[in-house]
């Protein structure tokens, strides 16, 4: 089933198109990567679609709701999460604190954790912690976490409103290599299980050719390929604008093989 359809998303910042009748569907239960090299418009896109940027013009299904130009809490309500939505009192509280309050979020209580409301929820949000490999950090504060764990209780609270849709713009920015094919590779299997649909961008092309499902690529603007890795990988196109780049598309063997990328 289709559950995000982009058709001719534009936006212009004083004159400049920064994304330029941009198309594409997203199936649920299904990892998209949108990529392509800096200033392309990957955040752009992102911004219209969970609401902090109206767009020029174009529209977003998602879920048989046209969600272009609403407001980002009320796109939220209906069911696009995102990761990196950390509150200001995140390394205050325990990673089941932060958890809980996302629960009790969800539900638009308002709240305190002070007191016997503690215990609000705590079943749930220990079986969310426990589904991102959190467990055992449960009572530890958000404060002396590593860095890769603070992304899976991300990845947890963003749960905790039972996402359609999950967006997730550079979720492994700052991670080491091993981290960020965890971190996808969990995603991946969460989204499988749960049939969310999930957009994300990701600098590594070996951490998206071996994640996507499918592969968008946007160069100034403009949707410039699409297909799954193998298509993306051989696409001239694509490598053209990734060149000088740095980027590897080539597969490890035919690389080691001694050919240049
Ligand atoms: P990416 O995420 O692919 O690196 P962005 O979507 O952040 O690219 O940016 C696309 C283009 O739009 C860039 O040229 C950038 O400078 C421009 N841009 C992004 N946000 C704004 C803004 N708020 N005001 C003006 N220009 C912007
Ligand atoms: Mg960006």
């Known amino acids: 089933m289709t559950l995000l359809s982009v058709a001719h998303l534009s936006k212009s910042?004083?004159?400049?198109?920064?994304?330029?009748?941009?198309s594409f569907d997203l199936e649920a239960g299904q990892l998209l990567a949108l990529i392509g090299p800096n200033g392309a418009g990957k955040s752009t896109c992102f911004n219209m679609i969970n609401g902090q940027l109206g767009p020029s013009s174009g529209s977003i299904r998602f879920d048989g709701h046209e969600i272009a130009g609403m407001r980002p809490r009320d796109i939220w309500r209906l069911g696009v999460g995102r990761t990196f939505q950390i509150a200001a009192t995140f390394n205050s509280m325990t990673v089941l604190e932060n958890v809980q309050m996302a629960l009790l979020s969800h539900e638009r209580r308002i709240f305190s954790l002070f007191g016997r409301v503690a215990s609000w929820r705590e079943e749930e949000a220990l079986a969310l912690l426990e589904l991102v490999g959190m467990t055992e950090h449960a009572r530890r504060s958000c404060a002396v976490l590593a860095y890769g764990d603070v992304k899976r209780v991300e990845?947890?609270?963003?749960?905790?409103?039972?996402?359609?849709?999950?967006?997730?713009?550079?979720?492994?920015?700052?991670?080491?290599?091993?981290?960020?094919?965890?971190?996808?590779?969990?995603?991946?299997?969460?989204?499988?299980?749960?049939?969310?649909?999930?957009?994300?961008t990701e600098h590594s092309m070996d951490v998206v050719f071996s994640h996507a499902d499918w592969l968008i690529v946007l160069a100034r603007g403009r949707l410039i390929a699409r297909g799954d890795a193998e298509a993306i990988r051989s696409d001239p196109r694509v490598r053209e604008v990734y060149l000088g780049t740095g980027a590897s598309f080539a597969p490890r063997a035919v690389l080691s093989a001694g050919e240049s990328a």
Request: aromatic share 4%.
């Open 155 to 200: 990845l947890a609270i963003a749960l905790a409103n039972h996402p359609k849709l999950l967006l997730m713009d550079e979720p492994t920015a700052g991670m080491a290599p091993q981290e960020r094919n965890g971190l996808m590779a969990l995603t991946a299997r969460l989204a499988k299980e749960r049939n969310i649909g999930v957009l994300f």
């Open 13 to 22: 910042f004083d004159g400049v198109k920064a994304v330029d009748d941009v």
